[in-house]
């Protein structure tokens, strides 16, 4: 077998590979294509052999491997403008970057594409000094198919796109009441590019000019959507930007395929050092499954074939007491976790029946113990949402402000009988839609739908959705019930209120509404977070984004669950991961240990 030439294709058929634990495995390749990898790293990036590195190790012994996960949420974007879940921005964002990243460690800003950055003693007026030497990946894209060089044109093209009614929609949050021009450029429908607040002054200079003082305008395009790409990718390409993707990231796309596999590929071009000054990244390649079975991810992390779990099923939850070995004594897995920066909840369409009044919605949120359903069902693995829709953890936010939605299934029945439902008699079957990826989703579902059936006599069918199907028809108000969660895209209480701000409610309700989607707009909530926007005081900003919670949850356009706790299992010898609060995923230092010699010694070879 060979593998010859940047451009060569390799169909393999019944190779036979040596895999570094001498056990000899009989591979089928028939269908499987990639470029610009060499032979043994495409063997290894496609089967894995039990294992997840490879043989080509540096002398430091941190270089080379293929580092294997799987997506077990469904992933329907990896384009920055579209990207709307945690899974996709797993994947997307080792393709592309913004002007400043979060640190994943600490969640502090710092440098990105922009080295440095100035702002006027007026807090309004940000201008961000570019790198010269960052230049987007190769792709057949650009002229002879080498990447260019990042210029300032490049950004002002990209945040210009956000603030492009029917391009931009899910991101222009981000610039919503904050860039200057944004709301005029979004509103007036123009797509010429020039917004007046997003300029640049030469090739390496951007500025940005602001309505207002933003205290959180680093973090907000530190986010996905405010991701970098060429205006080359979407000339060449048009709307195919999963299987095609052209960023400044530590990898580059090699191989998309929906619903089945996605593989990067190292970027030999990235700009990126470490603290010794070594070239990032230090993987040669990562391989990304879309398996929607959590069993089946979990059951081959254990067998060696993956590198690291995101995220447990409730099913696999005893897999944590079995990290070791327990005829060998050896470590089967190591274990990180913290409190995540999300919510999980349930969202009601208000538009329609029954859910259009307010008695019956509070009466289902009065009527779900969702401590019984994070000791029970949960395990523990989640708090509960006491109030409302901002998780613990933020600081100076005056939690105590918002009330939260209790327990009280008497009052309940009384709603449920102002309204018109006593004993729930009358009520018509609805349907909670839920999807099977994720933490307990399905198992939580349940108890709710017994929870309603025993409190209120209301018949529930909890009914399970394709993922292709789950979002699209959440955001096109199909669904009248269903589950939804938010991890945070900035560590703000403003991003997770975002979600019921009014000026999100895409209120004609034949057109899609991407971030608020229980399309709720009360005036009262949206004035005083209007008036958070306008406060230099964060304890004053903080105050009003508490006070607006307070009255939306009383209007109950959707229940606050819980928030998870963040768990990731990794292979004992991957080495340099973080875990952090908003499930960042930096693989840029990401490295592989020496394998443990069974015969009493540890391997250090190179």
Known sequence: MALEGVDHECDVRNVRVRCPDQRSVRIDLAT?????LPCAALIALLIGCGSSDLPTRDQDGIYGGVFNFNE?????????????????QHVASQIYEGLVQF???????EPALAESWSVDPGLTIYEFKLRRDVRFHDDPAFPDGEGRLLTAKDVVNCFAAICEKGKGDAAFWLFQDKVAGADAYYNSGKRDGQVSGITALDEHTVRITLTRPCPNFLQSIAGAGCWIWPQELLDKYGDDLFRHAIGTGPFRLNTARPEEVIVLERNHHYW?????????????????????DKEKEITEFLKGRLSMVTELSVKSINVLADSVDRNTGERRFNTLSTPALAVQFYGFNASKPPFNDVRIRRAFALALDRRQLVDSVLFGLAVVADHGLVPPGLPQYPYDLVPGIPYDPDSARKLMAQAGYPDGKGFPRIQLQVNNYGFGYRSVASRAQEMLLKELGVAVTVSTVPAKEYYERIDRGEALFWREGWVADLPDPENFLALIYGKNAVLDTSLPSSLNTTRYADPKFDALFGLSLTKGSETDRMQDLARAEALAIKDVPLIPLYHERYVMLLAPRVKGMQINPMELLDLRQLHFGPAPDHSGAVDTSS
Do not use: H, W
Not at 32 to 36: A, F, G, K, P, S
Not at 72 to 87: C, D, E, K, M, Y
Not at 273 to 283: C, H, Q, V, W
């Open 103 to 109: 640190n994943a460690t600490d969640l502090s800003v």
């Open 72 to 88: 077990s949420q469904v992933v329907r974007s990896i384009f920055p403008l579209t990207i709307g879940l945690v899974s996709e």
């Open 272 to 292: 990126g050092k470490d603290a010794e000054g070594r070239s990032l990244p230090y993987l040669d390649a990562v391989r990304v499954t879309l398996v929607p």
């Open 32 to 36: 499987i294509m990639l470029r610009v």
